[in-house]
């Protein structure tokens, strides 16, 4: 059987992952009530990050260790990769040495070249194009306080980056309706725009965009290595902030969403994070859960090679 890896949404069926989100449910419901659940004593996870990070070392970090195993952090310069060593090299020696591997990085390409050499199972941890555990986590807050998502409509306010891409994913895997409100210049990736089509309508403006919306999301204007087009973007997006404006377009149980770190006053306002609508907090934990789902899932298909 094939190592099975979790690159994207689209590396896992429908099904799947449901059957993930179920199980992060319920891990999360035996974290809360005090069980231990450690299936996985002896097992390591190695954590690949070239991208800063708080709430994705955290979570995988945590969740193994929850899971009976432990964690390996490694940093460009701390390891050969900083100083020039084939990704594909650095994926052989670690097939043999770890049981799974988690990378966040910049340019989608790398983790893919990785898992290509990968004998262990390789999660996307964050790349430039997609981020597919954080919308794990935010279907699952979703669920949790409204239900299934099918069906629901979906607003994406802001840049048409990894996070938007994503979105763009999960309307094909989850069947919702996506709206994406984005200046010109930002939209998504157009072959995910393609793969969506039926499902996501791209507008101007966010309160058409937010009309009617079960669920607004949105994420800051300008992403790690775009730091050098951050004025640029202050003057391009500041029609596009999330506000109570923009809120009182959708249903009055919508919630809002947000994947952190959030900047108040430029893509979300203070009144709208803060507020009763807003789910982020869960939704940062239920990055634990759904991670811990994903581990279980992946380390459990691949025993079977």
């Known amino acids: 059987m094939k190592t099975r890896h979790f690159l994207s949404l689209f590396d896992l069926t429908t099904a799947e992952l449901e059957k993930v989100l179920q199980r992060a449910a319920q891990l999360k419901a035996l974290r809360r009530g005090g069980e231990c659940y450690a299936p996985f004593p002896q097992k390591v996870?190695?954590?690949?990050?070239?991208?800063?990070?708080?709430?994705?070392?955290?979570?995988?970090?945590?969740?193994?260790a929850q899971l009976g195993g432990s964690a390996i952090f490694l940093a460009p310069?701390?390891?050969?990769?900083?100083?020039?060593?084939?990704?594909?090299?650095?994926?052989?020696?670690?097939?043999?040495?770890?049981?799974?591997?988690?990378?966040?990085?910049?340019?989608?390409?790398?983790?893919?070249?990785?898992?290509?050499?990968?004998?262990?199972?390789?999660?996307?941890?964050?790349?430039d194009y997609n981020h597919p555990c954080q919308l794990l986590a935010d279907m699952q807050t979703f669920i949790e306080h409204r239900g299934s998502i099918r069906g629901k409509t979906v607003a994406w306010i802001g840049d048409g980056g990894n996070m938007c891409n994503t979105?763009?994913?999960?309307?094909?895997?989850?069947?919702?309706?996506?709206?994406?409100?984005?200046?010109?210049?930002?939209?998504?990736?157009?072959?995910l725009l393609e793969r969506a089509a039926g499902r996501v309508v791209l507008l101007r403006d966010p309160c058409a965009a937010a009309k009617g919306a079960d669920l607004v999301a949105t994420d800051v204007w300008t992403s790690m290595g775009k730091e050098e087009e951050r004025q640029q973007r202050l003057q391009d997006f500041a029609a596009y902030q999330v506000n109570a404006q923009v809120m009182a377009h959708a249903r009055p149980d919508a919630l809002f969403l947000h994947c952190l770190p959030a900047h108040r006053g430029e893509e979300v306002s203070a009144d709208v994070i803060d507020s009763p609508q807003s789910q982020v907090w869960d939704e940062a934990e239920n990055r634990?859960?759904?991670?811990?789902?994903?581990?279980?899932?992946?380390?459990?298909?691949?025993?079977?090679?």
């Not at 996870?45 to 193994?64: D, H, N, Q, V, Y």
């Not at 999960?170 to 157009?190: H, T």
């Not at 634990?288 to 992946?298: D, G, M, R, S």
């Open 288 to 305: 634990l859960h759904v991670q811990k789902a994903l581990i279980e899932f992946l380390l459990l298909q691949n025993s079977y090679n």
């Open 167 to 191: 979105y763009l994913e999960a309307a094909c895997q989850f069947d919702f309706q996506l709206r994406v409100a984005i200046p010109p210049g930002y939209e998504p990736n157009a072959g």
């Open 45 to 64: 996870l190695g954590m690949i990050f070239e991208k800063a990070s708080s709430r994705t070392r955290i979570s995988f970090e945590a969740g193994m």
């Open 77 to 127: 310069d701390h390891t050969q990769l900083g100083r020039g060593e084939p990704i594909e090299d650095t994926a052989r020696v670690l097939s043999g040495m770890v049981d799974i591997v988690m990378i966040r990085t910049f340019g989608h390409e790398k983790v893919e070249r990785f898992a290509a050499c990968s004998t262990v199972p390789v999660i996307n941890g964050l790349t």
